[in-house]
Structure formats: structure tokens, C-alpha cells
């Protein structure tokens, strides 16, 4: 109650209310990220302990071995959905000419790597030769089934990374909105009549 009677007055107002439980909201949520860092912290300082440990008694090894067992396993179902494509081997011009025409190629690319084929289908040249670029790894103007595979399986990576990250910005902008409307109805007294209308209607 001390806290929030701003002007000392021996009374709570609801402006004083209101105020003094944005000011505890926001508390928790500096308390919140002040705890995250910590345990990000903590967290290094256990995987630095454990990768040290893990150095000595082989167990890194294995989850490094699982890592790779898991990515082996993704390559092998985008492989399996690109069934007949296995001996291609296209340069920039041939990969663009089979893209445009190859239909049922499309269709297996959105479907395994997640994007929708009509955004796909309006890829431009240029982007599908920066595409190229990046999946052509070994740098050898050809593209073979293998680092095509291992492009696709990229991009489903990065697609369920964005969607993470999307859900998350969701979630804030979703807050800041919430504050700055009750900050709003604080300064136009609009939220204290919706109180008001509230208690009206439950009395």
C-alpha cells in the first residue's frame, strides 16, 4: 500500500493502483530476465563442466555421433521423397530449366523442405541461382543429389528456427500492446470507467 501511495496522501486512488500494479508487472518481468540470464549462465558454466567431462570419458563423442546419426536420418527421408533424381548432377542453367518445368520436382521440394510451392514457383532466376550457390558446397558448379538433399534439409531447419522466433515476437508484441493500452486508459480515464461499469454491474 506504502509503495503505491505515490503522493503520500494516506489513500489509495485507483490511478495509484492501477500504476502500482504496472510497476510490480514489470518488476517480475526484469526479475524474469534477470533469472533467464542467470540460468544461460549457469547453463554455460555446466556445459563448459560437462563438454571438459565429456572430453575425458568419451560421452561427447557419442552425443556428437547421435547428432550426426540424426541428421543422417533426415537426409535419408528427403532422399526417399526425391526417389528417381539420385544421379543429377546440374549446373546453374540446368538446375533453373528443370525447376521451371519439372513440375513433380516442385512438389517434392515444398513438401520436404516445407514452403509452400507457390512461393516456390515465383522464385526468380537470380534467387534460384543464389539458392544454387549456396547448396553447390563444394564449389563446383554442378549440384549433385547429395548436396541437394543436404540444401533442403537446410532450409527446413531455418523455416522451423523462423517459426520459433515468429511465435515469440507474436507473444511480445502481443504484451507491449496490452501495456500501452492500459497505459492509455489510464491517462483518458477510460479503463477506470470499464472498472466502474464492471462493479456497477456485479453490485
Aim: charged content about 40%.
Amino acid at each position: 500500500f506504502v509503495e503505491m501511495d505515490t503522493d503520500e496522501s494516506g489513500t489509495l486512488s485507483f490511478k495509484e493502483f492501477v500504476e502500482g500494479i504496472v510497476n510490480i508487472r514489470e518488476q517480475n518481468l526484469k526479475a524474469e530476465e534477470e533469472e533467464k540470464q542467470a540460468t544461460k549462465l549457469a547453463v554455460f558454466k555446466k556445459g563448459r563442466k560437462n563438454l571438459l567431462a565429456g572430453l575425458k570419458d568419451g560421452s561427447l563423442e557419442r552425443v556428437v555421433e547421435e547428432m550426426e546419426k540424426k541428421r543422417a536420418e533426415e537426409e535419408s527421408l528427403v532422399a526417399e521423397e526425391l526417389e528417381g533424381m539420385e544421379t543429377m548432377e546440374l549446373s546453374i542453367p540446368e538446375f533453373i530449366k528443370t525447376f521451371r518445368s519439372n513440375d513433380k520436382l516442385v512438389n517434392k521440394v515444398a513438401l520436404t523442405s516445407g514452403v509452400d510451392k507457390g512461393d516456390l514457383v515465383s522464385l526468380k532466376d537470380e534467387e534460384l541461382q543464389k539458392w544454387f550457390v549456396e547448396m553447390d558446397t563444394d564449389e563446383s558448379g554442378t549440384l549433385s543429389f547429395k548436396e541437394f538433399v543436404e540444401g533442403i534439409v537446410n532450409i527446413r531447419e531455418q523455416n522451423l528456427k523462423a517459426e520459433e522466433e515468429e511465435k515469440q515476437a507474436a507473444k511480445l508484441a502481443i504484451f507491449k500492446k496490452g501495456r500501452r493500452s492500459l497505459l492509455a486508459g489510464l491517462k483518458d480515464g477510460s479503463l477506470e470507467r470499464v472498472v466502474d461499469e464492471m462493479e456497477k454491474q456485479q453490485s
